[in-house]
T-cell receptor
Framework: LAKTTQPISMDSYEGQEVNITCSHN???????ITWYQQFPSQGPRFIIQ???TKVTNEVASLFIPADRKSSTLSLPRVSLSDTAVYYC????????????FGIGTKLQVIP | EAGVAQSPRYKIIEKRQSVAFWCNPI?????LYWYQQILGQGPKLLIQ????????DSQLPKDRFSAERLKGVDSTLKIQPAKLEDSAVYLC????????????????FGEGSRLTVL
């Protein structure tokens, strides 16, 4: 399983764009990059998944450079409700694939 | 679509007592996971089922923890006897578990069962 490194915490003001970068130097060819969001007292929630280049959905964008050794989750114009822990996962999931979480990045949005 | 159901939401017990948690995954999901999340840490995988077979239980403390998934649907996680360090949230998750398309395996989590051991 590829090991991931991401900042432990980040602060941002409301309305700003937030970028959280995750390093995964030993990502395997078949691995996908997945981000989850977790609010207090809730289970993690899938945000976005990608393999290369850029993926965008209604919640976030995911930027993956050509070497795939890192990825950046971009949250546009954050609000107080985006205060949560964000986890970067690398690998496959489902079936016989293990899904392992790191410590995550605690994002605090400030009014 | 109903989500992953877990019960109880909260449980307080004394050390050396036993406790059981129940999980009902999303209908049709073949893969079921139990995670332990200690305050301030990320979820730690305890056991993973594919249908009613165990895929991985390498981090399950088998001297006190047990889990089963009869008929490949509901699952129970039991702790006996409980220790103070078992205080945590126990999260259940499921996904389709389609081996032909593992990259699309978004995990769906329940709200968790918070255990406090006194």
């Amino acid at each position: 399983l590829a090991k991931t490194t991401q900042p432990i915490s980040m602060d941002s003001y409301e309305g700003q764009e937030v970028n959280i970068t995750c390093s995964h130097n030993n990502i395997a060819t078949n691995d996908y990059i997945t981000w989850y969001q977790q609010f207090p007292s809730q289970g993690p929630r899938f945000i976005i998944q990608g393999y290369k280049t850029k993926v965008t959905n209604e919640v976030a964008s995911l930027f993956i450079p050509a070497d795939r050794k890192s990825s950046t989750l971009s949250l546009p114009r954050v609000s107080l409700s985006d205060t949560a822990v964000y986890y970067c996962l690398v690998g496959l999931s489902g079936g016989y694939q293990k899904v392992t979480f790191g410590i995550g990045t605690k994002l605090q949005v400030i009014p | 679509e109903a989500g992953v159901a877990q019960s109880p939401r909260y449980k307080i017990i004394e050390k050396r007592q036993s406790v059981a948690f129940w999980c009902n995954p999303i209908s049709g999901h073949a893969t079921l996971y139990w995670y332990q999340q200690i305050l301030g840490q990320g979820p730690k995988l305890l056991i993973q089922f594919q249908n009613n077979g165990v895929v991985d239980d390498s981090q399950l403390p088998k001297d006190r923890f047990s889990a089963e998934r009869l008929k490949g649907v509901d699952s129970t996680l039991k702790i006996q006897p409980a220790k103070l360090e078992d205080s945590a949230v126990y999260l259940c998750a499921s996904n389709w578990g389609d081996r032909t398309t593992p990259n699309t395996g978004e995990l769906f989590f329940g709200e968790g069962s918070r255990l406090t051991v006194l």
